[in-house]
């Protein structure tokens, strides 16, 4: 049985351990962030649909604006960004 891969990411300035294949909106919520953007009324807004559709799980991945967080996989050194 193999062990599965353990890469770093940084949630928010943070490093965070996760096993390779994880989603950042699971990186996210594992740092216990539930909050990933504000709405232009300033409301929190977080993962909904998990499947890419809502647009409401949108975070900065390596200084790229609007990236889906339920859709996008972690990488090795991967920079995390939530509005919060």
Same mark, same amino acid.
């Given at each position: 049985?193999?062990?599965?891969?353990?890469?770093?990411?940084?949630?928010? #300035?943070? *490093? +965070? *351990? +996760?096993?390779? =294949?994880?989603? +950042?909106?699971?990186? &996210?919520?594992? /740092? =216990?962030?539930?909050?990933?953007?504000?709405? +232009? @009324? =300033?409301?929190? $807004? !977080?993962?909904?649909? #998990?499947? !890419?559709? /809502?647009?409401?799980? $949108? &975070? @900065?991945? %390596? $200084?790229? *604006?609007?990236?889906?967080?339920?859709?996008?996989?972690?990488?090795? #050194?991967?920079?995390? @960004?939530? %509005?919060?």
């Amino acid at each position: 049985m193999c062990m599965p891969e353990i890469i770093h990411v940084s949630v928010n #300035g943070i *490093a +965070v *351990a +996760v096993e390779s =294949g994880t989603t +950042v909106a699971a990186a &996210v919520l594992q /740092c =216990g962030i539930s909050s990933f953007r504000r709405s +232009v @009324t =300033g409301e929190p $807004r !977080g993962p909904l649909c #998990g499947m !890419g559709i /809502c647009f409401e799980c $949108r &975070v @900065t991945v %390596d $200084r790229l *604006a609007h990236a889906k967080s339920c859709q996008t996989l972690c990488t090795p #050194g991967m920079e995390i @960004t939530t %509005d919060e």
